[in-house]
């Protein structure tokens, strides 16, 4: 950042245009008593109302603003990251279809003692979470599967809800192929198993602690028999070997590229589906991705422009007030990530919209962009499973048939507050 940069609160107006207007209309639809209120007006719509507001409001020609948007929106950074989520969403897609997922949860479910229902189910989320790159995934697959335990055994349900709650956000917060970590990295400048590292210092012992938690507190009443589930080893290989690839520092597009082709050949070998229709599949996994392609895209150029007209400098000038040193630095970008994923209810936007000023603040306080890209993707994991209008939540006491409430979830949601206390302990200590 440059001596002489522009600092201008009007730069900022489109990016907070954004923010309100989807918060606004998530708001206005939630008491409407619409489902999935926040879900209901796509992210990229609600970025392009910023962008035309940023055309209107900054200082210039037409032809240089379009300059400065394209620009951003072409960005090495935000076209490597809109790959990375075509290429996770292909192999979520192929890895799902050719029974994968359905593979992993029963070989967990066949060794785990059943006695020990509740924390089994928080390590099960969390492996498939790491393994899929999705808490959205990882609770449509276990959510069922819990509340049909609970009922046998007796167990609390919200206690087993908190359990599959926690470890799909251990995942999405972790995973290589996670879109958290692919935006968090990516903005930061990062390699992804170096990110892995420092995040796994932070989240292993939280989840541990968790477990033994959950050891204490979640033991079955009864002893259920789960019924024997079949699986192959063969259907889980993809998944291990992302995993195994990702952190050996392989380069994400051959890793991914791997896995999908590695999913694939497993898929055809199965008869799962046809080569043609395995095209069809990774397309679909395309597809998948698209509102997150489009979002990360369009806020590329969004946040070229509100660069450009000073509104980036304006705000860290602002936080920097609040800004003491290095440890106050780390939690001002936790803050600020915090605050808009409860503003946006989406956690991997919330890391978008503030990635750049994550970076501008690490540079000036000589931050070290792996903690930086933790602490992005912590805090905004954090706060997207505590949240009661978070897709995570919402598509979970789905599964409950409204025997529970977000109220009745939140206290025994104990994963993600140690996890905030590990991540505020640590930038406590750490030099």
């Not at 292909?90 to 279809?97: C, L, P």
């Not at 359990?163 to 999405?172: L, Y």
């Not at 009745?408 to 140690?418: A, C, K, M, T």
Request: with cysteine; proline share 3%.
């Amino acid at each position: 950042m440059t001596h002489n940069e522009r600092s201008s609160f009007i730069g900022l107006i489109p990016l907070i245009i954004f923010v309100l207007f989807y918060l606004g209309v998530g708001i206005f639809l939630q008491i409407q008593g619409v489902s999935m209120a926040f879900y209901q007006l796509p992210s990229p719509i609600a970025v392009s109302i910023g962008i035309i507001s940023a055309f209107i409001l900054f200082k210039g020609s037409i032809k240089e603003k379009f300059h400065v948007f394209l620009e951003g929106c072409g960005h090495q950074d935000i076209i490597t990251m809109c790959i990375i989520y075509l290429l996770a969403g292909a192999f979520a897609s192929v890895a799902k279809t050719m029974g994968g997922v359905d593979s992993t949860v029963n070989l967990a479910l066949s060794y785990i003692p059943v006695k020990f229902l509740v924390p089994s189910i928080f390590i099960v989320a969390s492996f498939i979470s790491t393994a899929t790159g999705t808490s959205v995934g990882s609770i449509v697959s276990i959510a069922p599967i819990a509340v049909g335990l609970a009922e046998k055994s007796g167990v609390s349900l919200p206690l087993m809800l908190a359990a599959v709650m926690g470890g799909a956000m251990f995942g999405d917060n972790l995973s290589i192929i996670s879109d958290t970590t692919i935006a968090a990295t990516r903005t930061q400048g990062v390699e992804m198993k170096d990110k892995f590292k420092v995040n796994s210092y932070i989240a292993v012992p939280a989840a541990i602690t968790t477990i033994i938690l959950l050891l204490i507190f979640g033991t079955s009443k009864v002893v259920t028999h789960v019924e024997v589930l079949n699986y192959s080893l063969l259907k889980i290989l993809p998944y291990i070997s992302v995993l195994i690839m990702a952190v050996s520092g392989l380069n994400v597009f051959i890793v991914l590229t791997f896995g999908i082709i590695v999913a694939g050949l497993i898929g055809v070998i199965y008869g799962d589906f046809t080569l043609l229709s395995l095209s069809k599949e990774i397309y679909n996994g395309f597809l998948g991705m698209n509102e997150i392609f489009l979002l990360s895209l369009l806020s590329g150029g969004l946040a070229a422009m509100t660069t450009k007209a000073g509104g980036i400098q304006w705000l860290i000038e602002h936080i920097q007030k609040l800004i003491i040193g290095k440890k106050t630095a780390k939690l001002g970008i936790g803050l600020l990530v915090s605050v808009t994923d409860m503003a946006v209810a989406n956690n991997t936007v919330a890391i978008i919209i503030n990635g750049s000023i994550a970076k501008n603040i690490s540079k000036k306080y000589d931050i070290d962009p792996k903690e930086s890209a933790a602490i992005l993707d912590i805090f905004s994991c954090i706060f997207q499973g505590l949240l009661p209008y978070g897709a995570q939540m919402l598509i979970l006491l789905n599964f409950a048939n409204e025997q529970v409430s977000p109220f009745d979830l939140i206290p025994l949601l104990w994963y993600q507050l140690l996890l905030l206390i590990f991540t505020l302990v640590f930038i406590r200590i750490k030099k």
